[in-house]
């Protein structure tokens, strides 16, 4: 997965592609209040709701937006995920939910362009019994063996990391960025679920319809 280098503490505009979640088509003309906007950031378990303003985004044409993260959303080095999905304001049909992924690295590391870490941003939603969310689940994935990487200083992104975890948010969403080809065990105590696999070459899964 190619994901952007950004420098700590700078605001920065990333992108997010709008799709139509029936055909997959790209989705033009959205405005900035018919979009919710999580963020985690590498040293947060859980995701924070970004309040978007107008100024924070921007059209760009055939379906690609970008959306003006500040200072102290990107003040934490490592790992940045980002969620965007469309809410009730938006004219039907829906748009397909994006997570996107970036790293923030200090000014010295900023290298222009794109850095390449060969990983899965691995999602999922937790529900109870009568269909309701269910926020605060822990989830994690112990690392039984990883593929081996050159060129990737090991304190971006995760790698060299033994257990990636997360926390379901207030909607039940959960999301793990871990790298393609590692052998995982997977554990949800919450709905006592567990198992091992081996994380897919694609850029995101659903946990759930990975085989």
């Known amino acids: 997965m190619a994901c952007v280098q950004v420098v700590q503490g700078t605001p920065t505009w990333l992108p997010f592609i709008a799709t139509n979640i029936n055909t997959g088509a790209p989705r033009t003309g959205i405005l900035f209040n018919q979009v919710d906007v999580s963020y985690k950031k590498s040293s947060q378990a859980t995701f924070n709701l970004k309040t978007l303003l107008i100024t924070d985004f921007r059209e760009n044409g055939a379906g690609v937006y970008e959306i003006l993260f500040s200072n102290t959303e990107l003040n934490v080095l490592g790992s940045f995920l980002y969620v965007v999905n469309g809410n009730g304001a938006l004219p039907t049909p829906n748009i397909r939910q994006f997570v996107g ?24 939603n937790l529900i109870d019994l009568h269909g309701d969310p269910l926020p605060g689940a822990a989830v994690s994935a112990r690392v039984l063996s990883a593929p081996t990487i050159l060129g990737v200083t090991p304190n971006i992104g995760g790698v060299g990391v033994d257990i990636f975890s997360a926390k379901t948010d207030e909607a039940g969403f959960f999301a793990l960025e871990i790298l393609q080809g590692a052998v995982v065990d997977v554990t949800i105590p919450r709905v006592n679920y567990r198992r091992t696999l081996t994380v897919p070459a694609n850029p995101t899964d659903n946990l759930f319809n990975i085989p």
């Open 101 to 124: 992924q970036a790293f923030v690295v200090t000014s010295s590391a900023y290298t222009p362009g794109t850095i390449s870490l060969d990983t899965n941003i691995i999602t999922g």
